[in-house]
């Protein structure tokens, strides 16, 4: 994860801000890819972020929307309809941006920027949010770009609080521009064994982030990443990991401890583009 200039708090990244230098380092430490945690298209420039990305060999993920809800508040779901007709307009937005960066695939990530719902009418909700998740889902599909739900715990969350519900929803909106996003840090939280919950997903994960249940590198913590990957392996998953951590105990240190332990059970790919869905090529 890069965090975007436009983001005014920190984020859950190594670096943030200076994306030429982020790139620049992240491509030294061996990372093949980027996914971009960004808030407001109207001040990202799609192209020149493609061209740093060119410039240092790094394939483009997708982009993340978080800070969409944590510092703007905007969220597609309650608390109001002027409040849900922003987001909706705030994420296509950055549907524009990521087909501007790569129309090959890239994502949308749709986690916080879900909204709160409405707390009184669950049922409402779901109906609310599946309308919404199919409008992205037909909007993005002809821009190249697909739409990746993040199940988040009930932490940070009112609805689509697991796997299963992710793929509760998935099977709702029953479009093919539109799956799920996992997050280890979560599914520690709603998903055990986390093993069993990427066997029951299957093909509908199109990315997933990483961490350990303290939000730092992966390597710092108590979930058995060999055990994951494993199942990744023998679920024929060929997408992504990105590192979604606290910049502990600095940038620097943060992304290549993280590197350097993936490297452990991921290879490397000289094909840098974000795959399809079902193909082999690399992470």
Not at 129 to 139: H, K, M, V
Request: negative net charge.
């Amino acid at each position: 994860m890069v965090g975007a200039p436009d983001l005014r708090a920190k984020t859950l990244a190594p670096f943030s801000g200076d994306l030429p230098t982020a790139f620049e380092k992240l491509a030294r430490l061996g990372y093949d890819g980027i996914e971009l945690m960004a808030r407001d298209p109207a001040v990202l420039d799609g192209s020149k972020i493609r061209g740093w990305l060119e410039e240092s060999h790094l394939g483009f993920v997708g982009v993340c929307t978080g800070h969409v809800f944590f510092e703007d508040r905007l969220g597609l779901i309650g608390p109001g309809p002027q409040v849900s007709h922003r987001a909706m307009a705030r994420i296509k937005g950055l549907i524009d941006l990521a087909a501007a960066i790569s129309p090959r695939g890239a994502f949308v990530n749709i986690g916080r920027s879900r909204g709160m719902g409405e707390p009184r009418n669950l049922q409402q909700t779901w109906q609310m949010a599946e309308d919404a998740f199919r409008e992205l889902a037909a909007y993005a599909q002809p821009h190249g770009v697909r739409i990746a739900l993040e199940p988040l715990s009930s932490k940070e969350a009112t609805f689509v609080l697991s796997t299963d519900e992710g793929i509760q929803m998935v099977e709702r909106v029953n479009s093919p521009s539109f799956g799920l996003m996992l997050d280890v840090y979560h599914m520690n939280l709603a998903d055990r064994p986390i093993t069993e919950a990427f066997r029951r997903v299957g093909t509908r994960c199109w990315h997933i982030h990483v961490s350990d249940a303290n939000r730092r590198s992966p390597a710092s913590g108590t979930i058995d990443y060999q055990a994951i990957i494993g199942v990744l392996v023998e679920e024929g998953y060929s997408g992504y990991l990105t590192t979604e951590i606290q910049p502990w105990p600095d940038p620097e240190a943060a992304a290549r401890g993280s590197i350097e332990f993936l490297r452990r059970y991921v290879p490397s790919t000289d094909d840098k583009t974000v795959p399809a869905k079902g193909d082999t090529n690399g992470r």
